[in-house]
């Protein structure tokens, strides 16, 4: 199944004193929105998810579905600390029209594979009519998802796919070995997308791609044709954009003053970046926005 999607994850705007702005929020979601990627991941790790409140979720998951359901798939992460929050979540996304949700798994303390597959298998259960993600990434959460409880979660009903951060390629691989051809995985490795495929996986979800989405599309394209010249110079642009912005929230947030889009502050404790970072995504900006 070869499929090389590019799913944005997208970034919340704040003003300075830290209040959620969704007219910045709003401007981002219509830079997004005109990307040409396949689809958005919204109210994910770059979305800040853990420092929103039950109501501003509401408010960006019924945005983010507003401006973006029109042009391109809408994944809303629905994960919470509990299955209690999650499913709260979940009937959040449902009433607002989301077809398809994430659920990274709980998070700060360490849970048993029962105990995941418990929460999974609930989320299933409330599911119907909704395509469902499990989300891993272990580096934030805490918990792993095995590969034995991966081949698990990929049978129950409504579970479609996976999203993996920070994993190596040969963690996709493992997963792409134990679930069902159709059950799609994409990488959080936003410079994986050309190589990504050979492990198994149908593309990836790029925070970066959310301020420079054309060397990503560019290299989606340049893999189409297997012209290895061409991808060796679009993987070049792609690295180029990933080891400047370095998928932080912050330098995200200095790309969009870039690029003259309100897109506000941070909320959590992400540092700001300095002067001389501040030009080098400038510079970004100008060679690939």
């Known amino acids: 199944m070869t499929r090389r999607d590019i799913l944005t994850a997208v970034p919340v705007a704040f003003h300075e004193d830290g209040r959620l702005d969704l007219d910045g929020s709003r401007e981002i979601l219509e830079y997004v929105a005109k990307s040409g990627n396949e ?48 499913l709260r979540y979940l009937q959040q996304a449902r009433e607002a029209g989301a077809t398809e949700v994430a659920v990274l798994t709980p998070y700060y303390l360490k849970a048993t594979d029962a105990a995941l597959l418990d929460y999974f298998s609930q989320i299933s259960a409330a599911a119907d009519g909704i395509d469902v993600y499990v989300y891993v990434f272990r580096a934030v959460s805490g918990n792993f998802v095995s590969n034995e409880l991966m081949a698990r979660i990929a049978q129950l009903p409504n579970f479609v796919g996976a999203k993996v951060s920070d994993e190596p390629l040969e963690q996709l691989a493992a997963y792409r070995a134990v679930v069902p051809e159709s059950f799609l995985i994409y990488t959080g490795g936003d410079r994986d997308l050309a190589r990504a495929e050979r492990f198994g996986a149908q593309g990836v979800i790029s925070g970066i791609s959310s301020v420079l989405p054309k060397p990503f599309r560019a290299l989606a394209a340049a893999a189409a044709t297997g012209d290895a010249q061409a991808i060796a110079a679009a993987q070049k642009d792609v690295d180029d954009a990933v080891d400047t912005v370095q998928g932080n929230m912050g330098r995200m947030k200095a790309a969009y003053r870039a690029l003259g889009i309100r897109g506000g502050t941070v909320r959590m404790a992400i540092e700001a970046p300095s002067a001389e970072t501040v030009r080098e995504i400038e510079r970004v900006v100008a060679a690939y926005a």
């Open 39 to 86: 689809g958005a991941f919204v109210l994910g790790t770059t979305g800040e998810f853990p420092a929103l409140s039950f109501e501003e979720r509401g408010a960006l998951t019924a945005l983010s579905l507003e401006v973006l359901a029109p042009v391109m798939r809408v994944v809303v992460h629905v994960g919470g600390a509990s299955v209690y929050d999650a």
